[in-house]
């Protein structure tokens, strides 16, 4: 009986032993994330902008070139703020369905830090990318996005004003109302931007606030730095420019408090202003439409100050069910083929270097020179993962100031100090 136990031992071990060293020797199966997966894949994003509707053309070509994985453009609404709270409500629901979010450039950090969006996987060539929108997809060490398509503000000018009259800074100056006025008697206002209250509001006043040397938040040493002199002549500065001067129209136009890009660019187009500062987009939507307008040039905003840098990115969900095809459809809507088309063709400007040289791209976009100079200069927005916090109190904060001969609320430095913590008062 010992002698059939220990034979039985041994079979057993002889089965077992080799079965072992297969586990060991053979590469591990694939984990469910790295599994390429058939289905639909969902990007939730925002309006799409450009002539053509450019990003539905990629998205179709993208199908075409990979049937088992179409994707699918769920469009949200046209305001930031709103395209904010749609998904964030989505990606905190039960079932959420989104593959990739179009984010904002100031949500990287919020989405990220929430668990929403996962870090790029792999060795991610991002070589291509401009550096501004491209530290925008970074948050706390990670890769967490693309840059789709970046943004910065332009001063829009209409060509009967000399450029040799365009003003030094923002908002225009009396000496500068009086050549805009001199060059077109019938203007009601110099200048108009989009002071209503949304993220417009928030990009008008840092932008009118750079161009005093002030700032709001100071990154390296995470403080609040809005009570100071820059602020102060920024917010002045604006606040004065509303109201009328001697026989002169206001420098920048009163009803600002109600405009938007959208109305901002009616403004110009109807011939009540002379200046306007708006987003690349608007260049190409001045000259289609109803009443087609191509009488205006473009430069970068004057001034030392800069302009705000706006944009979106491309994520993947965290809930998706396929990673790597989420990632790969996001590298494929970022490629420097991609962003040819979306520039070019669309007027959405090209997150990539190499596709403002192309003598194709310029002649299709003659401004993309004066695009490239203002995003050498942009400026981004504080980082935090409470930046739509942060911007619905400053929006509060500046809407006080304006109606307040610029002047600052006493508590402007606790409440934004707070709204950087996630924490309202």
């Given at each position: 009986m010992r002698r059939l136990a220990w034979f039985a031992l041994g079979v057993l071990a002889m089965v077992v032993v080799p079965s072992v060293r297969n586990l060991i020797d053979q590469p591990p199966s694939p984990s469910p994330s790295s599994t390429p997966q058939g289905g639909e894949l969902v990007i939730l994003t925002g309006a799409d902008e450009s002539t053509g509707g450019q990003r539905?053309?990629?998205?179709?070509r993208w199908n075409l070139e990979n049937p088992d994985t179409p994707a699918r453009l769920e469009i949200l609404s046209r305001s930031s703020d709103e395209q904010h709270s749609e998904m964030v409500a989505r990606a905190q629901s039960d079932f959420p369905n989104v593959d990739v979010y179009n984010l904002d450039v100031t949500w990287t950090a919020e989405f990220a830090t929430a668990g929403y969006i996962?870090?790029?996987?792999?060795?991610?060539?991002?070589?291509?990318?401009?550096e501004a929108p491209r530290k925008t997809c970074e948050y706390d060490g990670k890769l967490w996005a693309l840059p789709f398509n970046t943004d910065v503000g332009l001063l829009f000018y209409r060509k009967d004003v000399p450029k040799d009259t365009l003003p030094a800074t923002l908002p225009p100056g009396r000496n500068d109302l009086r050549a805009l006025v001199a060059a077109k008697p019938d203007l009601k206002a110099g200048f108009v931007t989009p002071l209503d209250h949304y993220e417009g509001l928030t990009v008008s006043a840092l932008e009118a606030i750079w161009a005093e040397d002030g700032d709001v938040y100071d990154a390296e040493k995470d403080l609040v730095v809005i009570d100071s002199d820059g602020v102060r002549n920024g917010l002045r500065r604006l606040a004065d420019a509303m109201k009328p001067f001697e026989n002169l129209p206001p420098a920048v136009d009163p009803?600002?408090?109600?405009?938007?890009?959208?109305?901002?660019?009616?403004?110009?187009?109807?011939?009540?202003?002379?200046?306007?500062?708006?987003?690349?987009?608007?260049?190409?939507?001045?000259?289609?439409?109803?009443?087609?307008?191509?009488?205006?040039?473009?430069s970068p905003l004057p001034g030392e100050g800069?302009?705000?840098?706006?944009?979106?990115?491309?994520?993947?969900?965290?809930g998706t069910k396929n990673p790597?095809?989420?990632?790969?459809?996001?590298?494929?809507?970022?490629?420097?083929?991609?962003?040819?088309?979306?520039?070019?063709?669309?007027?959405?400007?090209?997150?990539?270097?190499?596709?403002?040289?192309?003598?194709?791209?310029?002649?299709?976009?003659?401004?993309?020179?004066?695009l490239k100079e203002a995003l050498g200069k942009a400026k981004s927005r504080p980082v935090t993962p409470h930046y739509a916090l942060f911007s619905s109190i400053f929006q509060d904060i500046v809407t006080k100031a304006l109606s307040d001969e610029g002047q600052l609320p006493?508590?402007?430095?606790?409440?934004?100090?707070?709204?950087?913590?996630?924490?309202?008062?």
């Open positions: 539905q053309l990629l998205v179709d996962r870090a790029l996987e792999g060795a991610v060539d991002v070589s291509g990318f401009l009803q600002s408090k109600g405009f938007r890009e959208d109305t901002s660019r009616a403004a110009f187009q109807r011939g009540e202003v002379a200046l306007m500062r708006n987003w690349p987009v608007a260049y190409g939507q001045l000259r289609t439409g109803d009443r087609p307008m191509t009488d205006f040039e473009v800069g302009s705000v840098l706006g944009g979106q990115n491309l994520a993947v969900a965290t790597p095809a989420a990632q790969e459809l996001v590298k494929f809507l970022t490629s420097a083929e991609s962003q040819h088309a979306l520039f070019r063709d669309g007027g959405l400007a090209a997150t990539r270097t190499a596709v403002y040289d192309d003598p194709q791209v310029q002649q299709a976009r003659p401004y993309a020179p004066v006493a508590d402007a430095v606790t409440r934004l100090t707070k709204a950087l913590r996630g924490q309202i008062i």
